[in-house]
């Protein structure tokens, strides 16, 4: 469970003031609005990454409001898919579990998990360098998903991605996320996409976040 508690948040003079939402356990939620509203502010803060100012956030039945993100056990994907260019893929899928100090077996069995749930199994041992948009989002998908986590935040992962890989990617990330059972919100200014991977949509506009109703009518047949 996501739920957003009249959330207000200062980043430089840029300000929001009680934002409040929630997305129910194991459901995936799905943020819009026009550029520079703040979509990707309160994602951010719920993620640690922005200081609040008021209200609060509470993530699978806690209150995370004063944790860092390193305290939070969310799962991030940011809007490009950032990759350390000096890591092969096998050891960013592992970089989560060893600073949470997992054993080194335990470690190799996530991987090989990660690698072939995800269709990346081939690109263990390559580096950044030279990979498809697509395959790089699977490997930033991947190291997110790596620890297991109960809430998974996406900022816009699909941007960037032709539309025969976004629609691969779509199927690839409800898949996964519906069969590991994790509360997911994700940014987005593609009606389409929302339509497609969403339970619910929440749109962002003057400060205030509403629910929306879903147009499966937009929707492609991905199975």
């Known amino acids: 469970m996501i739920r957003v508690e009249n959330l207000s948040v200062r980043a ?9 939402f929630e997305i129910p356990t194991g459901e995936y939620g799905v943020l819009m609005g026009r550029t520079g509203c703040g979509k990707t502010t309160v994602l951010e803060a719920i993620c640690g990454l922005k200081q609040v100012t008021g209200g609060r956030i509470v993530l699978a039945g806690h209150d995370v409001t004063h944790l860092t993100a390193g305290e939070r056990g969310i799962g991030f994907v940011p809007q490009d898919g950032t990759l ?6 096998r050891q960013h899928l592992a970089f989560g579990p060893k600073v949470r100090r997992w054993k080194r077996g335990r470690i190799a069995e996530r991987v090989e998990e990660l690698a072939r749930d995800l269709g990346i199994e081939h690109l263990l041992d390559r580096k950044p360098f030279g990979l498809s948009g697509g ?11 790596s620890v297991k986590p109960e809430i998974l935040c996406l900022d816009e992962p699909l941007s960037a991605l032709d539309e ?21 919100l994700h940014i987005t200014h593609s009606r389409r996409e929302a339509a497609t991977v969403g339970d619910r949509l929440f749109f962002m506009e003057n400060g205030v976040v509403g629910e929306q109703a879903l147009s ?8």
């Not at 025969?164 to 997911?184: F, Q, Y």
């Open 216 to 223: 499966r009518e937009e929707e492609s047949p991905l199975e």
């Open 164 to 184: 025969d890989t976004h629609d691969d990617m779509i199927s690839l990330i409800r898949r996964v996320v519906k069969e590991a059972g994790i509360t997911a």
């Open 84 to 89: 350390f260019s000096t890591m092969t893929v």
């Open 135 to 145: 395959e790089r989002q699977r490997v930033s998908l991947g190291r997110a998903l």
């Open 12 to 20: 430089g003079s840029f300000r929001l003031e009680d934002v409040s």
